[in-house]
C-alpha cells in the first residue's frame, strides 16, 4: 500500500480482521503498517479504531475492578457465581490485547492535541526550551525527553539539543531539522548552533547542497528563505563536503560562506555567527522563563490553600533543607512528617521538592474524618518503577471506605475505595516519562459513582463503581505503604514529589486541567 494511492476499502478490511484476532500474514501486516506510516487518513483510522476497542476493553474486560486492587486479597466469589467476562467480550479483549502487542506501531498514544513522539529509540534529548511553538501535526517533544529519529520541527521559540556524540545544537525557530543518527541532522530550513566538543568530533549538519563536517568546536548555520545555506565558523574548523564525500572547502574560526549561484559555488560573506543564539543565551533565557513561571505559579496556588474543601495541600514552599514537617498550606489541615526523604530542588530553579529513594522513604500522614467524595492530584518525577506496585498514596490499610493510589511497574494508574470500587487503567506511563514531570490525578464523585484517571490534564480512564461506603483515611502515607494487618508489601516509590493536593471534592474535568496547566513547568 505504502507508495500508492491510499486503499480505505484495503485497509478497513485489513483492520477489522486484526480487530477479529485474526493472524495477518507478513505481507499483509506490512501493507497495515506502511499505510498507518504513510497516510495521515490511516493513522486516523487506527487511532479511532484502537481507541474504540480499548473503550470496550476497559468498559467490560477487567478494566473496572469493585472488588480490590491488585495485591489485596480479594473477596471470594458468592457460591454459583460466574465471572464476569462473557466469551464474546474475551474476545475482544484477546483481540485487543493481540493487537497492542503484535503491531510495531506507536501510533496508540496520539491524542486530539497532536502525535505524542516516540521516545523510546532516543539518539538526542531536548535539553533545554523557551516559547517553542510546533506545528499542528508534528511529534510536540518536552524538556527531558529523548529525541527519536525524524523530523525536528518548530513555529518559534528556541530549542536546545544534545546528541548522544556529545554535540549540542540550539535551533531557532522557524526551523526544521531531521534527526538522522547520534551523530548526523539535516538542517532542511531555519538557523542553528553546534557546538562540537573533542569526543564529538565529526559531527554532520547536512544541507541541501553541501555537508557540513565539525572537527570542533563551535559553527553555525542556516538555510535562508531563497534555499541558500550559510555556514560560520565561530571557533575551531570545519569541512564543507559535497554529497559524495568530496572535500569542498576548510573553514577555521572568523569565515563565513554562502552558497551562491548554480552548482557548488562558495561566496565568502561577512561573519555573522554573533548573531545566532548559543548555549549560553538559551540557558538564560530558559532561567527567565523559569523564574516567570515560578512566580505566576505562587500566584495561583493560594486558591488551594483558601478552598475549603481542601484537606491537605502540600505546595513544598517555604520550607527549610532541615524541616522533617511538611507544612499543610490548609491552615486547618493535618501536617505531614517527613521520614528518610531528603529535600531537592522541584520542577523549577527555587522550587522545593522531596525525593524517595530508598525503601524507608515516605510522608506520614493522619486524617481524620469521613467523605463521600475525593480528589487527589500529584506533581511527580519517576525515576523507575522498580515495584509491582508504586506507592503514589495509601492507608496503612485496605478496609471498608479506605483509599489506595498507585502505579503498577507496567505504567498502569490504580486507584481503589475498599468495598466501593477500583479502577485500573490501561498502561499510560512508559520508559519515556521517566526523569519528566508528570501530572496524575484521580477523581472519585459520589454522586455520579464514577472514578477518573487523568493524566497532565486529560481524562484517560473512567468507570463507575457499585459499592457504598463513606471514604475514611486514617493513618495514611506518600510514597510508601506501611501495611496494617497484611503481610508487609514493598510500595516504595522512587521519584520526586513537587505538589500534593487532597479535596474532599471531586474536581471537574476543567479543574483538573487548570490544576495541571497552572503548574506545567514547561509551558
Not at 331 to 339: L, M
Not at 346 to 355: D, F, H, Y
Not at 467 to 491: F, L, Y
Request: hydrophobic share 35%.
Amino acid at each position: 500500500m505504502s507508495g500508492d494511492p491510499f486503499d480505505r476499502k484495503q485497509f478497513l478490511h485489513l483492520l477489522s480482521a486484526l480487530m477479529d484476532g485474526g493472524q495477518l500474514g507478513e505481507a499483509d501486516r506490512e501493507l497495515l503498517n506502511g499505510a498507518v506510516r504513510d497516510f495521515p487518513e490511516a493513522r486516523d483510522l487506527y487511532r479511532r479504531h484502537m481507541d474504540l476497542h480499548a473503550r470496550l476493553h476497559l468498559d467490560y474486560s477487567g478494566g473496572l475492578a469493585p472488588e480490590g486492587m491488585p495485591g489485596e486479597a480479594p473477596k471470594q466469589d458468592k457460591p454459583g457465581s460466574t465471572s464476569r467476562l462473557s466469551p464474546p467480550v474475551l474476545a475482544i479483549a484477546a483481540a485487543l490485547v493481540a493487537t497492542l502487542f503484535t503491531t510495531s506501531i506507536f501510533l496508540l498514544n496520539q491524542s486530539d492535541s497532536g502525535t505524542v513522539p516516540d521516545t523510546t529509540n532516543g539518539i538526542a534529548v531536548l535539553s533545554e526550551s523557551v516559547g517553542l511553538e510546533w506545528p499542528e501535526s508534528a511529534p510536540k517533544w518536552q524538556r527531558g525527553d529523548a529525541i527519536a529519529p525524524g523530523l525536528f520541527e518548530i513555529e518559534s521559540g528556541f530549542a536546545q539539543i544534545e546528541f548522544f556524540c556529545g554535540a549540542t545544537v540550539v535551533v531557532e525557530g522557524p526551523a526544521k531539522l531531521e534527526m538522522v543518527s547520534v551523530s548526523k541532522a539535516v538542517l532542511h530550513k531555519g538557523r542553528l548552533s553546534a557546538f562540537v566538543p573533542e569526543p564529538a568530533k565529526g559531527f554532520v549538519i547536512a544541507g541541501p547542497e553541501f555537508d557540513t563536517v565539525d572537527l570542533g568546536t563551535e559553527f553555525a548555520m542556516s538555510i535562508n528563505d531563497d534555499g541558500k545555506s550559510e555556514v560560520h565558523v565561530l571557533d575551531g574548523e570545519v569541512e564543507l563536503r559535497d554529497k559524495q564525500g568530496s572535500l569542498l572547502r576548510q573553514l577555521t574560526a572568523g569565515k563565513s560562506v554562502k552558497h551562491d549561484g548554480p552548482g557548488l559555488n562558495l561566496l565568502e560573506i561577512e561573519g555573522q555567527g554573533q548573531t545566532f543564539a548559543g548555549r549560553e543565551q538559551v540557558v538564560r533565557m530558559s532561567g527567565q522563563r523559569g523564574e516567570s513561571r515560578l512566580s505566576e505559579w505562587r500566584r495561583y496556588r493560594h486558591k488551594f490553600a483558601d478552598d475549603a474543601d481542601t484537606i491537605v495541600y502540600f505546595d513544598f514552599e517555604d520550607h527549610a533543607m532541615w524541616d522533617r514537617q511538611l507544612h499543610n498550606a490548609r491552615p486547618d489541615g493535618p501536617d505531614g512528617a517527613i521520614v528518610g526523604a531528603r529535600w531537592v530542588t522541584g520542577r523549577w530553579p527555587g522550587k522545593g521538592a522531596i525525593e524517595f529513594k530508598r525503601v524507608s522513604d515516605r510522608v506520614r500522614l493522619d486524617i481524620p474524618g469521613e467523605y463521600r467524595s475525593l480528589t487527589l492530584a500529584a506533581w511527580i518525577r519517576i525515576e523507575g518503577l522498580d515495584r509491582r506496585y508504586n506507592a503514589l498514596f495509601l492507608t496503612d490499610g485496605w478496609h471498608k471506605g479506605e483509599p489506595h493510589w498507585h502505579i503498577g511497574n507496567n505504567g498502569q494508574l490504580s486507584f481503589g475505595i475498599s468495598r466501593v470500587g477500583t479502577l485500573h487503567t490501561e498502561p499510560l506511563l512508559d520508559s519515556g516519562d521517566l526523569g519528566r514531570w508528570l501530572h496524575l490525578a484521580v477523581t472519585f464523585d459520589d454522586i455520579t459513582r464514577e472514578i477518573r484517571h487523568y493524566r497532565d490534564g486529560k481524562l484517560m480512564s473512567k468507570a463507575a463503581v457499585s459499592g457504598e461506603a463513606p471514604i475514611t483515611i486514617g493513618a495514611s502515607e506518600i510514597g510508601n505503604w506501611q501495611p496494617g494487618e497484611a503481610a508487609a508489601r514493598v510500595r516504595s516509590f522512587n521519584g520526586r514529589l513537587d505538589e500534593f493536593l487532597l479535596s474532599k471534592r471531586a474536581f471537574t474535568s476543567d479543574e483538573i486541567y487548570d490544576h495541571y496547566i497552572n503548574g506545567d513547568p514547561y509551558r
